[in-house]
Each structure stands twice: as C-alpha cells, then as structure tokens.
C-alpha cells in the first residue's frame, strides 16, 4: 500500500496572508509618510498654484526625499504575517539614509526650481519659447535622477559621489526603468493636476510601491554588477 506524499502549508504562506500583510504594510507606511511628510502636507495644501510660490514649494518639498527612501526600505522588507514591522523598518531606513538622500535631493530640487522659475518668466524676460524644450529636458533628467538616486541609497551602502554617478549612468544605461519611473512622475503630475498634491502625498505609498516595482532591474543590475 503506497501512500501519497502531501505538503503543508505553513501559517502566513496563502495568499490571503501576503495579501493581508501587503495592505497592512502599505497602510502602516503611508502613516509614517504623512508623519514625516506633514510640512510638505500643509504647505503645498495652503499655497496657491503661482510662480512667486516655487522657491516655498521647493523648501517643502525638502522632507520628500528621506520619507521616500524610508518608504522604499520599509515595503521592500520581508512582508511574513507573522513578523510585521513596516513602521520599525521605515525608521530603520530612514535614521540610516536621510543624511545622504538630502546630499543629493537638495541639488536635484534647486536644479528644479531654477527649470520652474525660468519656465514661468520665459515671457517676460524676452526669452524665445523654443528654450522651454531644452529646459523641460533638464528638469526631467534632474526628478529622473533624484528618483534612481533614492532608489540606490534605500537599497545599496555606495559613496554619495558614486550613487550620483551610477544615477546618472542608469538614465540611458537601463532604458525600461528610467521609462517606468517617468510612467510613474506623469502619473503623478496628471493627479495633483486633477486633484490636490494633498491627494497625491495621501496616496504615497502606493506610488511609492509602484517605483519599487519599476526600479526592480535598477537594482538587480546594481547588485549584479557593482556589488562584491
């Protein structure tokens, strides 16, 4: 008489499990944004939408950069059912990485707010509208990069210096991500067009989900070929 082999399924191995522990993580994680994130929040929620106001969105835009990078540690962690800790795991990262993320996003985000003011004045400073390509060019490379630079940073121990490098390397060096992550700014540029930045920030670990997802090659290929 044989007998059939059978398997067991451990206890927060079904699907109802991981999809139990993905919501709780991205609902912890969303918490630990809006905590961090709460100048940002208030400000970009008071501020009328006027070209005087950018340097003071620039400014709270600031905080953006480490809560991101916390965010990405925090939904990359293991999500086992029965060891939750997102909101350990975002402090984790971001006691670890704020330091080095600011380094680089403060540059990104003065590059920025230079692209925005110029784009704003074009007419009033004499300026031919054909230079609003090259400078939309520049500010699109400069969130490109600040994204892969977070990205790398969350996930990787690199000099800040050669994170840069690589971030700008990565831009032309993996195409699909770098399409993604621009897939992923649209989409969030067209919903604080149609809504609110509030909206946007209340929905940030979703997005912030979805750039973990794109990026995924980025980081593959950084432990693959950059890592001993």
Request: hydrophobic share 55%; proline share 6%; no cysteine.
């Amino acid at each position: 008489m044989s007998t059939m082999p059978t398997t067991r399924r451990t206890f927060g191995e079904g699907p109802l499990s991981r999809a139990t522990a993905l919501v709780y993580t991205l609902l912890v994680v969303e918490g630990m944004l809006v905590v961090t994130t709460g100048p940002t929040l208030v400000v970009l929620t008071l501020l009328e939408r006027d070209a005087s106001n950018v340097p003071l969105v620039t400014l709270a835009a600031v905080p953006l950069g480490p809560a991101v990078a916390a965010a990405l540690t925090a939904l990359r962690a293991p999500r086992d059912i029965t060891d939750l800790r997102p909101a350990a795991e975002f402090w984790r990262g971001y006691r670890r990485d704020a330091r080095q993320v600011l380094a680089l996003w403060v540059p990104a985000l003065l590059v920025l707010t230079v692209v925005a003011v110029n784009l704003a004045h074009l007419d009033a400073g004499g300026v031919p509208r054909a230079w609003a390509v090259p400078l939309w060019v520049i500010g699109v490379v400069a969130a490109l990069w600040a994204v892969d630079a977070t990205t790398i940073v969350s996930q990787f121990a690199f000099r800040s210096r050669d994170v840069a490098r690589l971030s700008l390397w990565f831009l032309l060096a993996a195409p699909g991500v770098t399409l993604g992550v621009l897939g992923v700014l649209m989409t969030a540029a067209v919903v604080v067009t149609l809504s609110s930045e509030a909206v946007l920030l209340l929905g940030g670990s979703l997005f912030t989900g979805m750039l973990l997802l794109v990026t995924r090659p980025l980081a593959a290929r950084v432990e693959r070929d950059f890592v001993a």
